[in-house]
Every structure is written in structure tokens, then in C-alpha cells.
Antibody
Framework: QVTLRESGPALVKPTQTLTLTCTFSGFSLSTSGMCVSWIRQPPGKALEWLALIDWDDDKYYSTSLKTRLTISKDTSKNQVVLTMTNMDPVDTATYYC???????????????????WGQGTMVTVSS | DIQMTQSPSSVSASVGDRVTITCRASQGISSWLAWYQQKPGKAPKLLIYAASSLQSGVPSRFSGSGSGTDFTLTISSLQPEDFATYYCQQANSFPLLTFGPGTKVDIK
């Protein structure tokens, strides 16, 4: 059974750095084609993709947030960590981690989709 | 970056209705589009990938179509458990990914 679980502080102050950990089980991030990603959702608003790390330790970030984000993995612990610097009240959101494997598509090649999500962790930014 | 739009932003429907949601990409994305369902307080759930491939375990009343810039998600006969918000997501520019703004399906 594949599971992911986010952990981290529920409350951070403006200008602080947020560190979130995604602990997963049931798959290996060393497997070719496997990735883990972070997505956030402000209250009542849409999903926003933040960052992705792949099986080869390549890292990718949202264009609008890349100067503030760092993603890393510890394969031995089955964890992916996201840090976001200079937190602001507008960063208040539920933060999700999700597995995103490469999926073969008959006759078309392959795609990637978020097939398993964590439950999410709510982060409030307030002084 | 590829931008995604969805229409309508919300739709009111009754159990048994056929519901269609549209997603449009700002540039061609081939068939690299996924659809997700999200219920209040829950994480999203993958319904469809590659525009029309049904994720394992998803009821067959859900279907997807389209390619290029225009895509649709259809629920053939709305069930009580289908009242939720639906998001599209492009994967053409993987690993840079984008979600649409969502479409809320609520009870008429």
C-alpha cells in the first residue's frame, strides 16, 4: 500500500523559513520514472504546483516561487523535504505531497500524473 | 508557462444528470492532461490521465476527451458522491506542471 504523510509546523511567523517533510511508504524514489512533488492550496482556492524531485535527484520548481523553494530527498529514510523561505501570510495554505510516477500510455508514450496524495498539512503564516 | 482555464467555474446539477466540464490550455499540450476530483477537506483524487485514460478504480461514468488545447471531462450520470470540485492539470511541460482553477459541481 502506497502512503504519503506530510509533517511540519502548523504556524509560522512572517519572514521565517518553513520546513515540511513528506514521509512515504510502499514505493521507492530510486525507481526510474518515480517522482515526488509538493502542491499547495490556500483556503477556498485552487491547487498550485510547487516543486518536484525525481528518481535521479533532479529538482524542479514553480517559476513564480523558485527563488524561495528547495526540495531534497533522503532515499534511505523515504522522505522528501521542502523548504520555503521568507514566509508571508499569503503563503497560508494546505500543503500536500504527492507521488507522481511515469505512466505508460499505449500508442502515445508516457505521461506523469499525481496518483497518490498525502492528507495535507495546514500551515498558517501569522505573527 | 502554460496556463489552464476551466469552464464553468461552477455548475448545479441533479443526481442522474450528465455533466460536462471544459478545460483549455494556453498552448497545445497534445493529450497530456489529467483530471482530479477533490471533496471538501480531502486531498485530490486522480480520475483520468492522458486526456482519456481512466485511472484504476474510477467508475466508468467518468470519461475524458480532447487533445491540443481543448479538453472535456464528462460524468454520464451524476451520483451523490460526485458532488465535488474538479481540476484539470497539464503534464505537457513536465516537470513544470499547472493546474486549472477548478470547477465546483454542486446540488441543484
Amino acid at each position: 500500500q502506497v502512503t504519503l504523510r506530510e509533517s511540519g509546523p502548523a504556524l509560522v511567523k512572517p519572514t521565517q523559513t518553513l520546513t515540511l517533510t513528506c514521509t512515504f511508504s510502499g514505493f521507492s524514489l530510486s525507481t526510474s520514472g518515480m517522482c515526488v512533488s509538493w502542491i499547495r492550496q490556500p483556503p477556498g482556492k485552487a491547487l498550485e504546483w510547487l516543486a518536484l524531485i525525481d528518481w535521479d535527484d533532479d529538482k524542479y520548481y514553480s517559476t513564480s516561487l523558485k527563488t524561495r523553494l528547495t526540495i531534497s530527498k533522503d532515499t534511505s529514510k523515504n522522505q522528501v523535504v521542502l523548504t520555503m523561505t521568507n514566509m508571508d501570510p499569503v503563503d497560508t495554505a494546505t500543503y500536500y505531497c504527492a507521488r507522481i510516477p511515469r505512466i505508460a500510455v499505449a500508442g502515445e508514450g508516457a505521461t506523469y500524473a499525481f496518483d497518490i496524495w498525502g492528507q495535507g498539512t495546514m500551515v498558517t503564516v501569522s505573527s | 508557462d502554460i496556463q489552464m482555464t476551466q469552464s464553468p467555474s461552477s455548475v448545479s446539477a441533479s443526481v442522474g444528470d450528465r455533466v460536462t466540464i471544459t478545460c483549455r490550455a494556453s498552448q497545445g499540450i497534445s493529450s497530456w492532461l489529467a483530471w482530479y476530483q477533490q471533496k471538501p477537506g480531502k486531498a485530490p483524487k486522480l480520475l483520468i490521465y492522458a486526456a482519456s485514460s481512466l485511472q484504476s478504480g474510477v467508475p466508468s461514468r467518468f470519461s475524458g476527451s480532447g487533445s491540443g488545447t481543448d479538453f472535456t471531462l464528462t460524468i454520464s450520470s451524476l451520483q451523490p458522491e460526485d458532488f465535488a470540485t474538479y481540476y484539470c492539470q497539464q503534464a505537457n511541460s513536465f516537470p513544470l506542471l499547472t493546474f486549472g482553477p477548478g470547477t465546483k459541481v454542486d446540488i441543484k
